[in-house]
């Protein structure tokens, strides 16, 4: 036996139709002809995101814009399965896009530092001029843009009574500042409670203590840093590098705020549509509690209606939100051989059977399964190759220890030198 094949209908050209008899016994089977076959898994070689090639043939997978973004993404793997490479090569797609096809702005979150090489020069491709990278150490959050409800999911035990006084609190310095006195921050804040005398002693004192918290974490301003606003452009990309953040309460408050913002603006028609790439997301929307869970479900839930999407990359479904993860209608997996993360990714996708589990858990590196809104059947891929220079994450143990050896020794030959 060559093959097992069942007929699942005809192709005409309105899509695919049902069969009215069988094919007769003995009749030939062709190979079908690369348009047939594009058609038939619903690519899109007009305008689509080239993310590789349809394994066993070669027939470039170009996915429809619309339905790989719309209804979000979820890109799981294990450690060193390739989902960040996988990831990027997507991010090229969007950033090669021409006007006349639609363009959408990219905020990519990075734990770990590992796309800031998207910005570099070098590669095939130079996407230096449509990507800037924030570092994690300049974000900022303007206290004038908060209310006390978003101050209070940075303080889960902040009381109802806290929350109406710190309310009270930021009106006053609101309208101070509307009366030209300018933007404040959070030792205003401060100082206004401490300064309040009617304010009951316990309560100010609870009050000052959650606020003199929030004040060490050196992340809070009169204004934010940067304009998410401004930030975010059509066809360009902004990679938020948190690789310098050690603190994961602090990584959780910036992207909820920063999520926030965005979501907030792109429903008022104030940034273009956009799509949020999240690295690690486990860490953001965990099934557990997380400062930044609450924003990312209700982009989940919300954001195909103003046109906000959601890339999710993890190493671990398993600790994903289900919330989010079963809001994400196209999932590119790549090799997973956990059983608990198979289970997890079985019961997010119907379209996962038991023998396609077993084949997830045996891909090669750089191959994925494709599944959901974006194709019309599941199909495995071979990952192209990345046209931006490659990150130095992705080199061997060898070649990054022979690079530190040369860097380090060209400094100590530029020390002496100067001496």
Same mark, same amino acid.
């Given at each position: 036996?060559?093959?097992?094949?069942?007929?699942?209908?005809?192709?005409?050209?309105?899509?695919?139709?049902?069969?009215?008899?069988?094919?007769? $016994?003995?009749?030939?089977?062709?190979?079908?002809?690369?348009?047939?076959?594009?058609?038939?898994?619903?690519?899109?070689?007009?305008?689509? +995101?080239?993310?590789?090639?349809?394994?066993?043939?070669?027939?470039?997978?170009?996915?429809?814009?619309?339905?790989?973004?719309?209804?979000? +993404?979820?890109?799981?793997?294990? =450690?060193?399965?390739?989902?960040?490479?996988?990831?990027?090569?997507?991010?090229?797609?969007?950033?090669?896009?021409?006007?006349?096809?639609?363009?959408?702005?990219?905020?990519?979150?990075?734990?770990?530092?590992?796309?800031?090489?998207?910005?570099?020069?070098?590669?095939?491709?130079?996407?230096?001029?449509?990507?800037?990278? &924030?570092?994690?150490?300049?974000?900022?959050?303007?206290? $004038?843009?908060? %209310?006390?409800?978003?101050?209070?999911?940075?303080?889960?035990?902040?009381?109802?009574?806290?929350?109406?006084?710190?309310?009270?609190?930021?009106?006053?310095?609101?309208?101070?500042?509307?009366?030209?006195?300018?933007?404040?921050?959070?030792?205003?804040?401060?100082?206004?409670?401490?300064?309040?005398?009617?304010?009951?002693?316990?309560?100010?004192?609870?009050?000052?203590?959650?606020?003199?918290?929030?004040?060490?974490?050196?992340?809070?301003? %009169?204004?934010? %840093?940067?304009?998410?606003?401004?930030?975010?452009?059509?066809?360009?990309?902004?990679?938020?590098?948190?690789?310098?953040?050690?603190?994961?309460?602090?990584?959780?408050?910036?992207?909820?705020?920063?999520?926030?913002?965005?979501?907030? @603006?792109?429903?008022?028609?104030?940034?273009?549509?956009?799509?949020?790439?999240?690295?690690?997301?486990?860490?953001?929307? $965990?099934?557990?509690?997380?400062?930044?869970?609450?924003?990312?479900?209700?982009?989940?839930?919300?954001?195909?209606?103003?046109?906000?999407?959601?890339?999710?990359?993890?190493?671990? $479904?398993?600790?994903?939100?289900?919330?989010?993860? =079963?809001?994400?209608?196209?999932?590119?997996?790549?090799?997973?051989?956990?059983?608990?993360?198979?289970?997890? +990714?079985?019961?997010? =996708?119907?379209?996962?059977?038991?023998?396609?589990?077993?084949?997830?858990?045996?891909?090669?590196?750089?191959?994925?399964?494709?599944?959901?809104? @974006?194709?019309?059947?599941?199909?495995?891929?071979? &990952?192209?190759?990345?046209? =931006?220079?490659?990150?130095?994450?992705?080199?061997?143990?060898?070649?990054?220890?022979?690079?530190?050896?040369?860097?380090? %020794?060209?400094?100590?030959?530029?020390?002496?030198?100067?001496?």
């Amino acid at each position: 036996m060559i093959a097992d094949a069942r007929v699942v209908g005809i192709q005409a050209d309105g899509g695919l139709e049902r069969t009215s008899f069988p094919p007769s $016994p003995g009749q030939k089977v062709y190979e079908a002809e690369v348009g047939t076959l594009s058609r038939f898994l619903g690519l899109d070689h007009d305008g689509g +995101i080239e993310i590789g090639k349809l394994r066993y043939h070669d027939l470039p997978v170009k996915l429809d814009l619309t339905k790989l973004l719309r209804k979000h +993404i979820a890109i799981l793997s294990m =450690s060193g399965g390739g989902k960040s490479y996988s990831a990027s090569v997507i991010i090229e797609g969007l950033l090669e896009r021409p006007p006349e096809k639609g363009r959408v702005g990219v905020i990519v979150v990075d734990v770990h530092g590992e796309y800031s090489s998207l910005a570099e020069k070098g590669g095939e491709a130079d996407y230096s001029g449509h990507v800037s990278i &924030i570092r994690g150490h300049e974000l900022r959050i303007g206290v $004038p843009n908060m %209310n006390a409800h978003q101050f209070k999911e940075f303080l889960s035990e902040i009381t109802e009574v806290q929350v109406r006084e710190l309310q009270r609190v930021l009106d006053e310095l609101r309208r101070e500042m509307h009366s030209g006195k300018g933007p404040f921050g959070l030792d205003e804040v401060i100082e206004k409670i401490e300064q309040n005398g009617e304010l009951h002693k316990q309560l100010q004192q609870a009050l000052l203590g959650w606020l003199f918290d929030l004040r060490s974490l050196g992340i809070f301003e %009169n204004v934010d %840093n940067p304009n998410w606003e401004s930030a975010v452009e059509p066809g360009e990309a902004v990679i938020v590098d948190l690789s310098d953040i050690v603190s994961l309460r602090k990584k959780q408050m910036l992207i909820a705020y920063m999520a926030r913002r965005l979501f907030n @603006a792109r429903k008022n028609h104030r940034v273009p549509p956009f799509v949020l790439c999240l690295e690690e997301a486990h860490q953001f929307c $965990p099934e557990g509690t997380a400062i930044s869970k609450g924003i990312i479900e209700t982009i989940a839930r919300e954001g195909r209606k103003f046109y906000a999407s959601l890339i999710l990359i993890s190493q671990r $479904p398993v600790r994903l939100s289900t919330t989010v993860l =079963s809001q994400a209608n196209t999932n590119i997996i790549l090799r997973v051989t956990n059983p608990y993360d198979l289970d997890h +990714i079985k019961q997010s =996708s119907e379209c996962i059977t038991s023998e396609v589990a077993e084949m997830i858990s045996s891909l090669p590196v750089g191959e994925a399964l494709i599944v959901g809104e @974006a194709v019309n059947y599941p199909i495995f891929v071979k &990952i192209r190759k990345r046209r =931006s220079h490659e990150s130095t994450h992705g080199i061997s143990l060898e070649d990054a220890a022979r690079d530190f050896e040369r860097r380090n %020794n060209r400094a100590k030959e530029d020390a002496k030198a100067f001496m």
